[in-house]
T-cell receptor, first 109, second 113 residues
Framework: SQQGEEDPQALSIQEGENATMNCSYK?????LQWYRQNSGRGLVHLIL?????REKHSGRLRVTLDTSKKSSSLLITASRAADTASYFC?????????FGAGTRLTVKP | DTAVSQTPKYLVTQMGNDKSIKCEQN?????MYWYKQDSKKFLKIMFS???????INETVPNRFSPKSPDKAHLNLHINSLELGDSAVYFC????????????FGPGTRLLVL
């Protein structure tokens, strides 16, 4: 399916460590986006990577995209307790964007 | 100013009732969406409206009917509520269909008893 699947489902790390989340999908896409959802809140856009890009950075975030493997990763460096949230990847084809089930990240102070 | 707003924030109701959730965006976007997030946090698109026209209507029961009086509003009406409708419903908008960043509302937590 076009829908992304995040891995792992849950991740728990200590503050200061890096967190890596992965997203895999099955069909070709135009772009892939990562969103963050704090508990009880709506999703907030983090970063968009197009299918012809391999890596993008935004602050402490680093996203990679490997279209040959149909996978993407989100790396959060030097994590903080405030990074605790669920992270979703969203894959976009022609006029259609689909979300996965998310990775629940817990950063312990 | 809130970009995407939803009302109500919480909705508790009995099985069989009819309820509506309202959504408004002040971003000037052309496309609006409704998503359902279940207890496992899986986010599933229900409907998409582009300039007041339905674009996506996923396999959603016809008890759910979206209504878009103008491109800034997309309301969701639910008839004969069932226990399985309990979830968080998110409204979102984007400049264009599927190509742009989506901006989400805060969600409406629906509990059907």
């Amino acid at each position: 399916s076009q829908q992304g699947e995040e891995d792992p489902q849950a991740l728990s790390i200590q503050e200061g460590e890096n967190a890596t989340m992965n997203c895999s999908y099955k069909t070709s896409i135009n772009n892939l986006q990562w969103y963050r959802q704090n508990s009880g809140r709506g999703l907030v856009h983090l970063i968009l990577i197009r299918s012809n890009e391999r890596e993008k950075h935004s602050g402490r975030l680093r996203v990679t995209l490997d279209t040959s493997k149909k996978s993407s990763s989100l790396l959060i460096t030097a994590s903080r307790a405030a990074d605790t949230a669920s992270y979703f990847c969203a894959t976009e084809r022609i006029n259609d964007m689909r979300f996965g089930a998310g990775t629940r990240l817990t950063v312990k102070p | 100013d809130t970009a995407v707003s939803q009302t109500p924030k919480y909705l508790v109701t009995q099985m069989g009732n009819d309820k509506s959730i309202k959504c408004e965006q002040n971003l000037g976007h052309d496309t609006m969406y409704w998503y359902k997030q279940d207890s496992k946090k899986f986010l599933k698109i229900m409907f998409s409206y582009n300039n007041k026209e339905l674009i996506i209507n996923e396999t959603v029961p016809n008890r759910f009917s979206p209504k878009s009086p103008d491109k800034a509003h997309l309301n969701l009406h639910i008839n004969s509520l069932e226990l399985g409708d309990s979830a968080v419903y998110f409204c979102a908008s984007s400049q264009q269909q599927g190509k742009e960043t989506q901006y989400f509302g805060p969600g409406t937590r629906l509990l059907v008893l």
